[in-house]
């Protein structure tokens, strides 16, 4: 059996981002997670860095090397989203001060150093948020790009277009200038956009075999699913909202689950109408270089029955 896929993840925790966290480790035949880093974004950096730990806590994983990175956008104001994630960024369960530390040092340190130590293209960096840390990490080490194995994802959108403006994404918007350098950079890149997220939803029967699982990492998970849908039942009407960041780790575990094509992504940075968007050359109309693999379709049952089945390892 091949050895498990080392990753880092980076991430604004977002009860979606906490079901991505879940389904890593849930997942340890297939998943080492070497650390996960805190970026500003869904909610403002004192609190992603604090749900990492309440996260980590609830999983019985007080051991994940755990580091506070950016407090807000290379170039820009912190855009946040309260109004969806609550004032948390995990409201639903009754949460604790969590009492696992945060280590010393900085999340962009910890990035490039763990991509100097470990083997050139083992290192894969899993991104649910901005791409604040990357970018950073980017800059101040070009050396680390061609050591990525792959980058994968969660941001952007297509055929979807924009879920905090007409035109962009959250994750996109939030920090678009660093969003260009981690799509200039050369680095393999497999793109979650919105197109494939929101086939992806969490209607009722679904929570309710979650729910069936009875174990704390459940419970919590539920509580956190049925607070996030109402904002999204609210805005799509549709039974459960989409659960964005899980894809990215699905993605790893189970590919076959995916399907997508390679292209071309340009990110907007200047335009005031539609800064953040992500411009995807899906019908190949340009010679720009593709680079990026951009998933457009997800076998939804398949997905929510790997989370499902992963929760319960918990």
């Keep these: 059996m091949a050895s498990p896929r ?5 991430t604004d925790p977002g009860q979606d981002d906490a079901a991505a966290i879940m389904l890593a480790f849930g997942s340890p035949e297939e998943i080492e997670v070497l650390g996960i880093t805190a970026v ?34 290379i170039a820009r104001p912190l855009v946040t989203a309260e109004h969806v994630h609550g004032k948390t960024g995990l409201d639903g369960p009754e949460w604790w001060e969590p009492t696992m ?7 962009v340190d910890f990035i490039i150093d763990t991509l100097r130590r470990e083997p050139e ?47 962009a ?16 950079a050369g680095i393999p890149i497999v793109m979650m956009p919105l197109d494939v997220t929101h086939k992806l939803l969490t209607l009722k029967r679904r929570v309710a075999r979650m729910a069936e699982i009875g174990t704390k990492a459940a419970k919590v998970m539920v509580e956190m699913l049925e607070f996030f849908e109402r904002f999204d039942i609210e805005k799509y009407g549709s039974d459960g909202g989409p659960l964005h960041d899980p894809s990215v780790i699905a993605y790893l575990i189970r590919p076959e689950l995916f399907s997508g094509r390679d292209c071309n992504v340009e990110i907007e940075t200047q335009s005031e109408l539609t800064l953040g968007m992500t411009v995807v050359d899906w019908w190949k109309v340009t010679d720009r270089k593709v680079n990026a693999k951009v998933i457009g379709d997800a076998d939804a049952e398949g997905f929510f029955n790997l989370l499902t089945e992963r929760l319960g390892r918990l």
Aim: aromatic fraction near 6%.
């Design 169 to 184: 994404e959250f994750n996109i918007y939030v920090d678009p200038e660093a969003a260009a350098v981690v799509f200039r």
């Design 40 to 73: 500003a974004g869904n909610v403002p950096l004192a609190k992603t860095s604090r749900n990492v730990r309440l996260l980590c806590e609830v999983c019985g994983r007080t051991d994940t090397k755990v580091f506070a990175g950016a407090d807000k956008p």
């Design 101 to 107: 530390p945060l280590q010393d040092g900085h999340a």
């Design 121 to 167: 293209g083992t290192v894969t960096l899993c991104t649910l948020g901005p791409l604040t840390n990357i970018a950073l990490a980017l800059q101040k080490a070009p050396d680390i790009a061609p050591r990525v194995k792959e980058l994968v994802m969660m941001g952007g959108a297509y055929f979807e277009v924009g879920n905090i403006t007409p035109a």
């Design 6 to 10: 080392k990753i880092i993840i980076d």
